[in-house]
């Protein structure tokens, strides 16, 4: 047990040193982000604000886009750092450590989650402080809800990341695949109740709920509260298991360590 | 027991076009403190055996243990005893320190700060790198970088370490350098190494045993002595004062000695095999009939080079169907 607490700790300070050593580009990707918030915000009121992410247009604009951040920072956890570890010839170091390649990335994530709520609730509070749209920030409602709508990007992250060991250069559909999350997160669930079963979807609906209109955890429909739980086990297992899938075969093709 | 075991191992690469066999029915057993050089030209299979061992490539058949653990069913176990530096590849990451990579890989392995700061201190001595313990590897030359990563693969203190080509790229002083630090670590620290490299120097000054592969297959597997004493021959090169000796080399033509002789502004340089100590009296005697002055004399020593290309052609001779 020792054992595997050195090593999240290990992964913890090389994650936070890198953090340090690229600060330029951390800090430059929180302003870009605030940017392009800033520029859909002001483009939204000008419009009058036709009806986006659930009817309540500039406050869910702030949730879904903050759920979007989050996204991504998971999404690139997984995906972009697997691929970047392929690429630099590190990963195939992570793949013969005694702890075990799923520990590592377990450690890995929840490092990189830690620094992405620290990351949004920065980015929560200049946006709000700039649109003067106050929201509903109840933690206990709010951290059960984003943890488990960030499961299912979390599942898609382990399947990117596990193709990327075998077909290497897909950064493309990588990037693609970050703005499918915002189809997710835009979808209204009372025209198109399908897509509760999407990634996303019905977290970003539920966050909207709790934050908008401060509604508590507990008062959310039970079945709603399933459908997200179950979505996200779902897709993260199934994200899962194509990780597994493609890195037995990258072990059978000798691929791990070749970009 | 052995510390490391094959037996069988095959491995073939499939793609569309083509099966490369890259592992054929190979077997070798490494014992504990040992240090054997894996030889073998570039695609000989050498990397593909390692990597089997660690798990990062799955074999089609054979078996393999460290320590009494299977890779496929106890990779834990296994890694737990066993570190590598790969070739090819990075193996640390440059964005960090020397200090900060070799923490983070110990760190890996289960080996806290705490626990393995005096030995982390003790590589630092030893692969001189102790003045760049605070720079960033990026900052490093290529040779240095290479030391962090062998210093990275030491820190984990397992019994069983994977060197693939660790002196690619290196200056001779560092080449120099890492060939004492690793006769360090096999006599104080009783560490078992394979070192996979194409430098046979490097082989032939720290290895006790050499197993050359090539196409797949092991071709040798012996003592490094006794490779060299395969491959012994009575060649001496003698050195005579002055260029132009016509009658000498006339009468040494005679002889029934192969001879080779070239010159150079002053002296006349004989290459002659002598089976036998008569023969070389009667060499020394010629030379004294004709007034030549010798200069030196020495026997040719067979070194690792030469046995290895002598076997991996001799292999590709066979593989064509020439022998």
């Given at each position: 047990m020792q054992r595997y607490f050195v090593a999240m700790r290990a992964m913890i300070a090389r994650n936070l040193i890198n953090m340090r050593r690229y600060i330029f580009n951390t800090i430059s990707g929180l302003v870009t982000m605030y940017i392009v918030f800033m520029l859909l915000f002001l483009g939204i009121r000008g419009i009058g604000g036709a009806a986006l992410a659930g009817g309540t247009t500039l406050e869910g604009l702030i949730v879904s886009y903050l759920l979007w951040v989050l996204s991504i920072s998971a999404y690139s956890d997984l995906a972009w750092d697997l691929n970047q570890e392929a690429q630099v010839g590190t990963l195939e170091q992570l793949y013969i450590s005694p702890i075990g390649f799923?520990?590592?990335?377990?450690?890995?994530?929840?490092?990189g989650l830690g620094l992405s709520f620290v990351f949004s609730g920065v980015l929560l509070v200049v946006m709000m402080l700039t649109t003067g749209k106050y929201l509903s920030v109840d933690l206990i409602s709010v951290l059960p809800l984003m943890i488990a709508s960030l499961l299912g990007v979390y599942g898609i992250g382990f399947a990117m990341g596990g193709l990327a060991l075998v077909f290497k250069r897909i950064q493309a559909f990588f990037q693609i695949f970050q703005f499918v999350f915002v189809a997710f997160l835009a979808l209204p669930l009372d025209r198109f109740p399908w897509a509760q079963f999407l990634p996303l979807t019905m977290g970003g609906h539920l966050l909207r709920q709790v934050m908008i209109h401060g509604t508590r955890l507990w008062e959310l429909p039970a079945t709603s509260l399933a459908v997200l739980a179950l979505t996200g086990i779902c897709y993260l297992a199934l994200g899962l298991i194509t990780f597994e899938w493609s890195a037995r075969i990258a072990k059978r093709k000798g691929l791990l360590g070749h970009y | 027991m052995s510390m490391l075991e094959i037996k069988n191992l095959r491995k073939t690469f499939a793609s569309k076009k083509q099966k490369v066999v890259a592992v054929d029915d190979v077997s070798f057993t490494v014992q504990a403190g040992e240090m054997v050089g894996l030889l073998g030209p570039n695609g000989a299979g050498k990397t593909t055996i390692i990597k089997s061992v660690l798990g990062i490539v799955e074999p089609d058949s054979g078996t393999i243990s460290v320590k009494g653990f299977d890779p496929s069913?106890?990779?834990?176990?296994?890694?737990?005893?066993?570190?590598?530096?790969?070739?090819?590849?990075?193996?640390?990451?440059w964005r960090l320190s020397v200090w900060e990579n070799i923490c983070f890989f110990a760190g890996i392995h289960g080996i806290?700060?705490?626990?393995?700061?005096s030995y982390f201190e003790h590589l630092l001595t030893t692969f001189n790198l102790k003045e760049k313990r605070d720079s960033e590897v990026r900052l490093l030359s290529q040779g240095m970088k290479q030391k962090v990563a062998i210093c990275c693969a030491l820190a984990k203190q397992t019994s069983l370490v994977f060197l693939d080509e660790p002196t690619l790229g290196l200056d001779v002083e560092t080449s120099y350098e890492l060939r004492d630090a690793l006769k360090d670590l096999v006599q104080n620290e009783q560490r078992t190494v394979v070192v996979s490299s194409h430098d046979m120097d490097v082989i032939?000054?720290?290895?006790?045993?050499?197993?050359?592969?090539?196409?797949?297959?092991?071709?040798a597997d012996e003592k490094i002595s006794d490779l060299l004493a395969l491959f012994e021959s009575r060649t001496f090169k003698l050195v005579v004062d002055g260029a132009h000796h016509p009658e000498l080399l006339s009468e040494l033509n005679q002889m029934v000695l192969p001879v080779s002789s070239s010159t150079n502004d002053r002296q006349l340089i004989l290459k002659v095999n002598l089976p036998t100590a008569r023969d070389l009296y009667a060499l020394i005697d010629l030379l004294r009939e004709h007034g030549a002055e010798l200069e030196t004399i020495n026997q040719e020593a067979p070194d690792l080079e030469k046995v290895f290309v002598n076997l991996v052609r001799k292999e590709r001779e066979r593989c064509n169907g020439t022998l």
């Open positions: 799923n520990w590592l990335n377990a450690f890995n994530l929840i490092s | 069913r106890q990779p834990k176990q296994l890694l737990s005893h066993t570190a590598a530096v790969l070739e090819g590849s990075r193996n640390i990451y806290s700060v705490a626990v393995g700061k032939q000054d720290v290895c006790q045993r050499a197993i050359i592969v090539s196409n797949g297959r092991v071709i």
